[in-house]
């Protein structure tokens, strides 16, 4: 997709077929580009997989921390919220490539530009989930700039996301 704007209030994209067709393989990625707004201040997500009903499956989220810098974080039922990067500077597009592995490894690789126009890149430590807890399912949902809660969206992402892909690897 090409650039999107997030308010942080009621903005999303669905895209219920994509959670099919990701469960089809036993592996995929999810990469994108992504720009947090300085104003986001509760946890917001990026992009997020559901069941049918709403229920939690896996998502990308990201706030931004005490004195400006912005935390991106992982999330699903099994795992509860796992920190992946911290201390991430303000007004930044990020690179993330988020995988999971047919081994149930989550791994995940960051890239951006820091202000001394130096590339920086950083891999989180790999971990291990509960496949049936985080694996998208046929018939679940996706959506970019927010996540469900049963029926009732919430945690909305103010900022922008570009080139998003989802591979099935």
Not at 30 to 39: E, I, T
Request: glycine share 10%.
């Amino acid at each position: 997709c090409d650039d999107l704007s997030f308010d942080g209030q009621d903005d999303q994209v669905a895209v219920d077929g994509l959670s099919s067709k990701a469960a089809e393989s036993d592996q995929f990625a999810v990469s994108a580009w992504l720009l947090p707004a300085d104003s986001l201040t509760n946890w917001g997500t990026v992009w997020s997989f559901h069941d049918a009903a709403g229920g939690d499956k896996m998502m990308l989220r990201t706030r931004r921390e005490a004195g400006g810098t912005f935390t991106l974080a992982y999330f699903d039922s099994a795992t509860g919220n796992r920190n992946l990067f911290s201390g991430l500077p303000s007004a930044t597009w990020f690179h993330l490539v988020l995988s999971m592995g047919a081994d149930n490894m989550i791994s995940a690789q960051l890239g951006y530009q820091n202000s001394s126009a130096a590339d920086v890149f950083s891999a989180a430590t790999p971990f291990s989930t509960l496949r049936s807890a985080a694996f998208p399912v046929i018939g679940g949902r996706f959506a970019l700039g927010q996540e469900w809660d049963g029926n009732i969206p919430s945690e909305f992402f103010q900022g922008d996301i570009d080139e998003l892909r989802v591979l099935r690897t």
